[in-house]
């Protein structure tokens, strides 16, 4: 169980605008939703899953015995000429009829092979371990596009609307400066740079709504759905608070996903080691039947025959020699799990190093995000400064625009900032391993 618990603090993106109504907002649990139930990668992975889990049963793995029923049946009509010893009058017939019936019920069963079909079966419920975790990781990798797609197109949303905004004012200045030219208050260069900024904005706006569109599409793609179905998100982003480095790094040992899979592989190449292993002991295989035939000769000495009972018996089998191959399998399986192992001591290094430069990331795109805040209310007020005076003529265009540029440019860093930091709290929550629990979603 987590040792800590995500405190969710509700921040809009900054400038939020406008509102859809609430029945056409796609939610963020909506869209995780759609994704857990339609994506294919999830649906394959748990169907590789589902198999792992069939072929893990003691039956599979040779634990039980098996049963077989055979029936034979044979029928013949031929000529005979049949020559007795002396004293025994021969025998000449046409259309002599032979019937023979037969059927058995066989058991076999190996007692013993060095605990190999043991081995086996925990081989199986390791694979199938191993597709569950693998099934876990797929399902945390598509979330996690999922979500930053979510929150890159409430980004991309407000950068529409600060667009749409910078287009506004750039339009409402090209039509004030075509006024003043008419009444001699401008000349032609300053219309005409107006002009050249409003159509680098328009430019701009287009651009930013088909990025808008192109991440609407791969969201649609990741929950199942058609390509141009209408997304319309929610530009709240939560933040998660209280994440503490060290509990994180603990927390990763266990619950890290990719380290879970190679541990699981150690378990898995011990198995192998001890499956190659058991080829060297004997092996004693059990063999029963319950068996009836019924023979009948049309002609001959012996007429008919019928038989039934029970037959057993046992088979013993001792390796003696076979090349080296046994030898070769089990020193092949040894050296396997020795690089399992040496490969699991790297991954929790490498888990330890991604946690903490994930929370070192997090912590400082908290920090930015908060400097761009303060960068836009900075900006907001340089601008609303400057226009007055531009409009009472006591600035030049290119201080005005220079001054909406700086206001557009601290507005989109503060909703990448946001953005950023909603992508770097995921990226640390999935390497330590609280992604699905801090979700409330099952694999």
């Given at each position: 169980?987590r040792?800590?618990?995500?405190?969710?603090?509700?921040?809009?993106?900054?400038?939020?605008?406008?509102?859809?109504?609430?029945?056409?907002?796609?939610?963020?649990?909506?869209?995780i939703?759609?994704?857990?139930a339609?994506?294919?990668?999830i649906?394959?992975?748990?169907?590789?899953?589902?198999?792992?889990?069939?072929?893990?049963?003691?039956?599979?793995?040779?634990?039980l015995?098996?049963?077989d029923a055979?029936?034979?049946?044979?029928?013949?009509?031929?000529?005979?000429?049949?020559?007795?010893?002396?004293?025994?009058?021969?025998?000449?017939?046409?259309?002599?009829?032979?019937?023979?019936?037969?059927?058995q019920?066989?058991?076999?069963?190996?007692?013993?092979?060095?605990?190999?079909?043991?081995?086996?079966?925990?081989?199986?419920?390791?694979?199938?371990?191993?597709a569950?975790?693998?099934?876990?990781?797929?399902?945390?990798?598509?979330l996690?596009?999922?979500?930053?797609?979510?929150y890159a197109?409430?980004?991309?949303?407000?950068?529409?609307?600060?667009?749409?905004?910078?287009?506004?004012?750039?339009?409402?200045?090209f039509?004030?400066q075509?006024?003043?030219?008419?009444?001699?208050?401008?000349?032609?260069?300053?219309?005409?740079n107006?002009?050249?900024d409003?159509?680098?904005?328009?430019?701009?706006?287009?651009?930013?709504?088909?990025?808008?569109?192109?991440?609407?599409?791969?969201?649609?793609?990741?929950?199942?759905?058609p390509?141009d179905t209408?997304?319309?998100?929610?530009?709240?982003?939560?933040y998660?608070?209280?994440?503490?480095?060290?509990?994180?790094?603990?927390?990763?040992?266990?619950?890290?996903?990719?380290?879970?899979v190679?541990?699981s592989?150690?378990?898995?190449?011990?198995?192998?080691?001890?499956?190659?292993?058991?080829?060297r002991?004997?092996?004693?295989?059990?063999?029963a039947?319950?068996?009836?035939?019924?023979?009948?000769?049309g002609?001959?000495?012996?007429l008919?025959?019928?038989?039934?009972?029970?037959?057993?018996?046992?088979?013993?089998?001792?390796?003696?020699?076979?090349?080296?191959?046994?030898?070769?399998?089990?020193?092949?399986?040894?050296?396997r799990?020795?690089?399992?192992?040496l490969?699991?001591?790297?991954?929790?290094?490498?888990?330890?190093?991604?946690?903490?430069?994930a929370?070192?990331?997090?912590?400082?795109?908290?920090?930015?995000?908060?400097?761009?805040?303060?960068?836009?209310?900075?900006?907001?007020?340089?601008?609303e400064?400057?226009?007055?005076?531009f409009?009472?003529?006591?600035?030049?265009?290119?201080?005005?625009?220079?001054?909406?540029?700086?206001?557009?440019?601290?507005?989109?860093?503060?909703?990448?900032?946001?953005?950023?930091?909603?992508?770097?709290?995921?990226?640390?929550?999935?390497?330590?391993?609280?992604?699905?629990g801090?979700?409330?979603?099952?694999?």
């Open positions: 169980m040792t800590w618990r995500i405190r969710v603090t509700s921040l809009a993106l900054p400038l939020l605008v406008g509102g859809v109504a609430a029945q056409d907002t796609l939610s963020l649990e909506q869209a939703g759609l994704a857990l339609n994506e294919h990668g649906r394959i992975a748990r169907n590789d899953a589902n198999i792992a889990e069939t072929q893990s049963s003691v039956g599979n793995a040779g634990l015995p098996r049963v055979t029936g034979r049946g044979n029928y013949s009509d031929q000529d005979t000429d049949l020559d007795f010893a002396e004293g025994i009058p021969d025998v000449q017939r046409n259309g002599v009829v032979n019937t023979a019936l037969s059927g019920v066989g058991l076999t069963y190996t007692l013993f092979n060095g605990m190999g079909n043991l081995a086996t079966w925990e081989r199986a419920q390791l694979n199938a371990e191993l569950d975790l693998r099934t876990r990781a797929q399902v945390e990798g598509t996690t596009q999922v979500i930053a797609l979510y197109i409430a980004a991309l949303d407000e950068d529409v609307a600060i667009t749409r905004r910078i287009l506004d004012i750039s339009a409402d200045r039509q004030r075509e006024g003043k030219a008419a009444l001699g208050g401008a000349g032609r260069l300053d219309v005409l107006a002009q050249v409003l159509q680098a904005d328009s430019t701009t706006f287009i651009l930013a709504q088909q990025r808008r569109i192109r991440s609407a599409r791969d969201l649609n793609v990741l929950m199942g759905r390509a209408e997304v319309i998100v929610s530009r709240v982003i939560n998660a608070q209280g994440l503490a480095e060290e509990r994180l790094v603990q927390e990763a040992m266990n619950g890290n996903v990719q380290l879970a190679v541990t592989q150690v378990r898995s190449a011990q198995a192998d080691e001890r499956i190659a292993k058991a080829l002991w004997p092996r004693l295989d059990l063999n039947n319950y068996g009836v035939s019924d023979q009948k000769n002609v001959g000495l012996v008919g025959t019928y038989t039934q009972g029970v037959n057993a018996g046992l088979t013993l089998s001792v390796p003696l020699f076979d090349g080296g191959r046994v030898n070769t399998q089990v020193e092949a399986a040894r050296l799990a020795e690089n399992a192992e490969a699991e001591q790297q991954a929790r290094l490498q888990v330890e190093r991604d946690v903490r430069n929370f070192t990331t997090w912590q400082s795109q908290r920090e930015v995000m908060r400097i761009q805040g303060d960068a836009v209310t900075t900006a907001k007020l340089n601008f400064r400057t226009r007055e005076l409009q009472a003529g006591q600035l030049t265009g290119l201080q005005f625009r220079q001054a909406q540029l700086d206001l557009a440019n601290a507005e989109r860093q503060s909703v990448v900032a946001g953005f950023d930091t909603k992508v770097a709290e995921l990226t640390l929550l999935r390497a330590s391993g609280g992604l699905l801090a979700l409330n979603v099952q694999p």
